[in-house]
């Protein structure tokens, strides 16, 4: 049986891939949070830090195993730098169907990954600004675990952490450990 | 005629640590298969190393051995696909192929959210995806001893 096909664009040849609609991950994910956050959150909309865990832990998981699947048809990766490019453009353009939009270091393992219209935030929104930017980073939880599974994966552990610039601009950033 | 026999193919993680080891050679000790993929990791090592200049997935002839060819390929996590075949005649393109297969079937079990990521693998439909594609290549009948990695060997 297949699935309703076909947000995703990118379809390999040779392989039939099933797909799902973006939709079931946006109410997956909104759910999620609603079911690990139960009564775990105080008035600002925060979670608790164990909560905040689980939910990029869950991140981390798949980001992982999403880089083993997503650098098969690609040469090595050497190089940290070339690591964290693999991220900003197919990583990102097969999670979010864009590439990031801009990347800065500072050359001593600290990467800040600029997404202009970061797309599982253009569905939130609520009756003021500031509350739509706290709302918000509950929503970045996964992403960031995401990011920090897949760098693992492929040989770079560090820290990701994020937040809302101005909505739905937001920033990632990867501190590399050493 | 000239077609090649797989006769062992293996998954080793991020180190050496050995994740599937599937042998099809009834007549050979499989320890011996063990002890071959275990010698083989030294080469990966060298040809994947900072200063190796490859940037291809696919190794290539690791080692050749008195009876066997040992072939090589590293994904982008660092686990090492091994493939052992009969020193019969071997195409290049058809191990390449064998491998790209080999690589979908490894991502698919890794994807699996019941699957620890390096650990060994348990998966019966990955055993079976294998010994499929192997009979593919290897499509002489060959004898399908199961040595495969259980839980109490090492």
Same mark, same amino acid.
């Given at each position: 049986?297949?699935?309703?096909?076909?947000?995703?664009?990118?379809?390999?040849?040779?392989?039939?891939?099933?797909?799902?609609?973006?939709?079931?991950?946006?109410?997956?994910?909104?759910?999620?949070?609603?079911?690990?956050?139960?009564?775990?959150?105080?008035?600002?909309?925060?979670?608790?830090?164990?909560?905040?865990?689980?939910?990029?832990?869950?991140?981390?998981?798949?980001?992982?195993?999403?880089?083993?699947?997503?650098?098969? #048809?690609?040469?090595?990766?050497? #190089?940290?730098? #070339?690591?964290?490019?693999?991220?900003?453009?197919?990583?990102?353009?097969?999670?979010?169907?864009?590439?990031?939009?801009?990347?800065?270091?500072?050359?001593?393992?600290?990467?800040?990954?600029?997404?202009?219209?970061?797309?599982?935030?253009?569905?939130?929104?609520?009756?003021?600004?500031?509350?739509?930017?706290?709302?918000?980073?509950?929503?970045?939880?996964?992403?960031?675990?995401?990011?920090?599974?897949?760098?693992?994966?492929?040989?770079?552990?560090?820290?990701?952490?994020?937040?809302?610039?101005?909505?739905?601009?937001?920033?990632?950033?990867?501190?590399?450990?050493? | 005629?000239?077609?090649?026999?797989?006769?062992?193919?293996?998954?080793?993680?991020?180190?050496?640590?050995?994740?599937?080891?599937?042998?099809?050679?009834?007549?050979?000790?499989?320890?011996?298969?063990?002890?071959?993929?275990?010698?083989?990791?030294?080469?990966?090592?060298?040809?994947?190393?900072?200063?190796?200049?490859?940037?291809?997935?696919?190794?290539?002839?690791?080692?050749?051995?008195?009876?066997?060819?040992?072939?090589?390929?590293?994904?982008?996590?660092?686990?090492?696909?091994?493939?052992?075949?009969?020193?019969?005649?071997?195409?290049?393109?058809?191990?390449?192929?064998?491998?790209?297969?080999?690589?979908?079937?490894?991502?698919?079990?890794?994807?699996?959210?019941?699957?620890?990521?390096?650990?060994?693998?348990?998966?019966?439909?990955?055993?079976?995806?294998?010994?499929?594609?192997?009979?593919?290549?290897?499509?002489?009948?060959?004898?399908?001893?199961?040595?495969?990695?259980?839980?109490?060997?090492?």
């Amino acid at each position: 049986s297949e699935m309703a096909a076909t947000q995703r664009g990118s379809v390999q040849t040779g392989e039939t891939r099933k797909e799902v609609h973006e939709s079931c991950f946006e109410f997956l994910q909104i759910e999620m949070l609603e079911w690990i956050s139960q009564g775990g959150e105080d008035e600002f909309g925060e979670l608790n830090p164990v909560a905040a865990q689980k939910i990029e832990g869950l991140g981390y998981s798949v980001g992982h195993r999403l880089a083993e699947r997503f650098t098969k #048809e690609r040469g090595r990766l050497v #190089e940290p730098l #070339e690591i964290i490019k693999f991220i900003c453009k197919d990583f990102w353009l097969e999670i979010c169907k864009k590439q990031i939009d801009n990347l800065r270091t500072n050359h001593r393992g600290v990467y800040v990954l600029h997404d202009a219209k970061f797309r599982w935030l253009t569905k939130i929104s609520s009756t003021d600004a500031n509350r739509t930017k706290q709302l918000s980073a509950k929503f970045l939880l996964f992403p960031c675990g995401l990011i920090r599974g897949a760098l693992a994966n492929l040989g770079v552990n560090c820290d990701v952490s994020a937040e809302v610039v101005t909505f739905p601009t937001c920033n990632f950033t990867i501190k590399v450990k050493n | 005629f000239g077609a090649m026999r797989i006769v062992c193919v293996a998954v080793v993680g991020k180190g050496k640590n050995p994740l599937f080891i599937k042998t099809f050679d009834s007549q050979v000790e499989p320890l011996k298969f063990h002890y071959i993929i275990h010698t083989s990791l030294d080469v990966v090592e060298e040809r994947t190393n900072a200063t190796a200049s490859g940037r291809n997935l696919y190794l290539g002839l690791l080692c050749p051995t008195e009876d066997y060819k040992v072939y090589g390929y590293m994904t982008n996590s660092k686990s090492k696909l091994i493939v052992v075949v009969d020193d019969l005649d071997v195409k290049e393109h058809e191990i390449k192929n064998f491998f790209k297969s080999f690589h979908t079937i490894f991502s698919d079990a890794v994807c699996n959210p019941f699957y620890t990521p390096d650990e060994k693998i348990s998966s019966k439909k990955f055993e079976n995806e294998v010994a499929a594609i192997v009979k593919q290549k290897s499509p002489e009948a060959h004898n399908d001893n199961l040595a495969y990695l259980s839980e109490n060997s090492n």
